[in-house]
């Protein structure tokens, strides 16, 4: 078990998480395909009290899934409850809702890598990242963005203004401090853990999923640039998934990769733990390269994601708030490709609106 973490202020705009020491490290093997991603220790949704007016309470009892549906000429609009069939554990529920949702509030969080291996695409995520919030954020919409290497730093906390997101994103920079050594305090680095620190990637995931999204209501959205290597999380890919699908958040990964590093790690040794944790959650991997118009190209393919989401909403038959892995299967009719979470957990005492 992890020692609790803390978000530190280290200024205007930046906090850093300071670990505490770690026992036995955990395995950090990917979820099986056709299973559920394993539970952690991840604690379960937290009642948000501090103000209630911001939480949006629906019946405990009602599952909801983001989709999006695509035939070979691209994103299907104009479905109904009708047109579809949701399976849990592989029986057949009730539809009670399916709408079109393109004004329902967003929430996004932006996860940069700023590791070693990102040296050289830094820039043009920045130019890219930049545009995409400039464009995508609505007056109802909020984003946050955090940057990960050695340490997890949250850049700039939950905003409105692409130009305040902007300016967070243009002071990112690359840290490799501590990279060998995990000596503590060298570029407000963490407590040193026993192993080597070098991208925490799924530390990153987890808190943003965890400590950031999980109390929100409405659509929730991760968008991590990275190369999909991870160096010495607390966190594992299966505790990182988990944390994400008890947030309701759907997790894009778009891949970007410097060729003198990919050899190592990174694209050839993370895409296939990104790939599973994308299409757990809901979202996909972007493979990108070194190519700045491919960047740009990813991040309007999300845009037209979420422009073209559906919401489903279902109360499941099995009732018993066991806390247990459910996976769940939407049907829209044949020639459809349906992109959704593949399952929630069953929690107890859920009131937010992320029942998962």
Known sequence: MLQPRTWVQLGAASLVLLFGATTAARAQEAPSPEGPPPASTAPGPQEDLGNPSQTLKINVDLVDVYFSARDKNGFVQGLSKDDCQIAEDKTAQTIKNLTQEKNLPLTIGILLDTSGSQERVLPMEQESGARFLHEVLKPKDEAFLISFDVNVDLLSDYTNSPRELERALNKASIN????????????GGPL???KQRGTLLYDAVYLASHDKLQSQSGRKILVMLTDGGDQGSEETLKSATEAALKANA?????????PRYS????????????????ADTGGRVINVGMNGRKL???FDQI????????LLSYTPVNKTADGKYRRIEINCGKGLDIQARKGYYAIAG???GNNN
């Open 176 to 187: 490799t401090a501590s990279s060998s050594a995990g000596i503590p305090g060298i570029g």
């Open 192 to 194: 040193p853990t026993g």
């Open 250 to 258: 759907i997790i894009y990964v778009i891949l970007l990769a410097d």
């Open 263 to 278: 050899s190592g790690y990174g694209m050839f040794g993370g895409a296939g733990a990104m790939r599973q944790l994308a």
């Open 296 to 298: 740009e190209d990813a």
């Open 303 to 310: 845009q037209d994601e979420l422009r073209t989401q559906y």
């Open 350 to 352: 859920d009131d937010t």
